[in-house]
């Protein structure tokens, strides 16, 4: 069989996205990601990587632009009003840097909750498939713990097996090792690093050159509400074409190596 040409994963077309008059944060962001891609977004604070991935997630609006996921209309917006398509909102999960399991549950109800009230998954089989998830990222013994008894590395990686548990066929993550302390870091980046290697497509903005490095097939470096540059990781991290890439660069990943 012929190999048959598959649409862009993901096709970000002008999107704007202010925060009243006069915070304007995306300014005509035009990002297409093609299935398998993963996706380092670097870039100035304050220049609207979380705002990105908050509006891919479905989280913020926009101000117009479009979306499209697997080649079929995601996000749009005309005249001011948002418009989303809630079921290829489930195709996504996102990780944030700050914790958000519920602390009322414990880590494996943090972990179906979702499967059984979204999908009416049965308490017996997502269990089965929490367990499984837990045991493959070293925390089979937690199930029973509460966020409260976790370490910050073990409730990222709850919080990662709990996205995976809808089946995203993309994984947004967002500075997610960045409250975490240093040696807390690795056993984190190792469970993405496990996903990459089963080729879940993922869009991941970090500080942390090591992990960019290693996790990217591609960089983008976003300042001032637009893409300022797209290539692969040795190209825009080792020698970068445009200047504002190479001053950020430097200034910012070369102070931690
Ligand atoms: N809910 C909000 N209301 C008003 N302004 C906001 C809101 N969220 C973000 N902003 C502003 O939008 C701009 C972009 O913020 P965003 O958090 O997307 O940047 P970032 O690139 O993720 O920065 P950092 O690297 O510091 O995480 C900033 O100027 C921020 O102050
Ligand atoms: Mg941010």
């Given at each position: 069989?012929?190999?048959?040409?598959?649409?862009?994963?993901?096709?970000?077309?002008?999107?704007?996205?202010?925060?009243?008059?006069?915070?304007?944060?995306?300014?005509?962001?035009?990002?297409?990601?093609?299935?398998?891609?993963?996706?380092?977004?670097?870039?100035?604070?304050?220049?609207?990587?979380?705002?990105?991935?908050?509006?891919?997630?479905?989280?913020?609006?926009?101000?117009?632009?479009?979306?499209?996921?697997?080649?079929?209309?995601?996000?749009?917006?005309?005249?001011?009003?948002?418009?989303?398509?809630?079921?290829?909102?489930?195709?996504?999960?996102?990780?944030?840097?700050?914790?958000?399991?519920?602390?009322?549950?414990?880590?494996?109800?943090?972990?179906?909750?979702?499967?059984?009230?979204?999908?009416?998954?049965?308490?017996?089989?997502?269990?089965?498939?929490?367990?499984?998830?837990?045991?493959?990222?070293?925390?089979?013994?937690?199930?029973?713990?509460?966020?409260?008894?976790?370490?910050?590395?073990?409730?990222?990686?709850?919080?990662?097996?709990?996205?995976?548990?809808?089946?995203?066929?993309?994984?947004?993550?967002?500075?997610?090792?960045?409250?975490?302390?240093?040696?807390?870091?690795?056993?984190?980046?190792?469970?993405?690093?496990?996903?990459?290697?089963?080729?879940?497509?993922?869009?991941?903005?970090?500080?942390?050159?090591?992990?960019?490095?290693?996790?990217?097939?591609?960089v983008i470096f976003c300042a001032g509400g637009v893409v300022?540059?797209?290539?692969?990781?040795?190209?825009?991290?080792?020698?970068?074409?445009?200047?504002?890439?190479?001053?950020?660069?430097?200034?910012?990943?070369?102070?931690?190596?």
């Amino acid at each position: 069989m012929t190999q048959s040409f598959s649409p862009p994963l993901v096709k970000m077309q002008s999107l704007h996205k202010s925060y009243g008059p006069a915070v304007q944060v995306l300014k005509g962001l035009d990002i297409e990601m093609k299935p398998g891609e993963r996706v380092v977004v670097i870039g100035p604070s304050g220049g609207g990587k979380s705002t990105l991935l908050r509006v891919m997630m479905g989280l913020e609006k926009i101000d117009s632009g479009s979306i499209t996921f697997g080649g079929k209309p995601y996000i749009s917006a005309t005249n001011g009003k948002t418009i989303i398509d809630t079921d290829v909102r489930r195709l996504i999960g996102m990780v944030f840097q700050h914790y958000t399991l519920f602390p009322h549950l414990n880590v494996l109800q943090n972990l179906i909750l979702a499967p059984c009230k979204v999908r009416g998954e049965t308490k017996a089989s997502a269990t089965q498939r929490a367990q499984a998830l837990l045991d493959r990222f070293g925390l089979g013994a937690k199930a029973g713990n509460y966020p409260a008894q976790l370490s910050g590395g073990q409730k990222q990686r709850v919080a990662i097996a709990r996205a995976l548990m809808l089946d995203p066929k993309l994984m947004l993550f967002d500075e997610v090792t960045s409250a975490l302390d240093p040696e807390l870091v690795a056993e984190v980046e190792q469970v993405i690093l496990q996903l990459a290697a089963q080729n879940m497509p993922m869009m991941i903005v970090t500080h942390d050159m090591w992990f960019a490095k290693n996790i990217a097939s591609r960089v983008i470096f976003c300042a001032g509400g637009v893409v300022v540059e797209d290539g692969p990781p040795e190209q825009v991290l080792g020698s970068p074409k445009e200047e504002r890439t190479k001053e950020f660069i430097d200034r910012v990943f070369h102070i931690h190596h």
